[in-house]
């Protein structure tokens, strides 16, 4: 059975850091994308970033580059989402989820697997 739990959420001042982690069992992540989306109040789910061990991508979605970096561990199940110079438009809950191929910017149609999420919440 495939599981994927996402950790780390919490409240951030403005330009501050958040770690979040996506822990993965029942499945091998060599042969799927994994990715973190996130979902604003009142707005529509999107990808933010994903890797992919099948093709050795790894995307951003533009609102995120340079301030938010992918990475898995050596062992491949937990994929982690380090992010920086937040902003108050960063607070969403943030999912974790696996799937054929990687995206970013998109709803997620046709990932397969999902975490419950995680709530960022960037405020003074």
């Known amino acids: 059975q495939v599981q994927l739990a996402e950790s780390g959420g919490g409240l951030v001042q403005p330009g501050g850091s958040l770690r979040l982690s996506c822990a993965t069992s029942?499945?091998?992540?060599?042969?799927?994308?994994i990715g973190w989306f996130r979902q604003a109040p009142g707005k529509e789910r999107e990808g933010v970033s994903c890797?992919?061990?099948?093709?050795?991508?790894?995307l951003y979605t533009d609102s995120v580059k340079g301030r938010f970096t992918i990475s898995s561990d050596n062992a491949g199940n937990t994929v982690d989402l380090q992010m920086s110079s937040l902003k108050p438009e960063d607070t969403a809950v943030y999912y974790c989820?696996?799937?054929?191929?990687?995206?970013?910017?998109?709803?997620?149609?046709?990932?397969?697997?999902w975490g419950k999420g995680t709530l960022v919440t960037v405020s003074a």
């Open positions: 029942g499945i091998t992540l060599s042969y799927y994308a």
């Open positions: 989820a696996t799937g054929p191929v990687c995206q970013v910017g998109g709803t997620g149609y046709g990932m397969t697997h």
């Open positions: 890797t992919s061990r099948i093709d050795g991508s790894t």
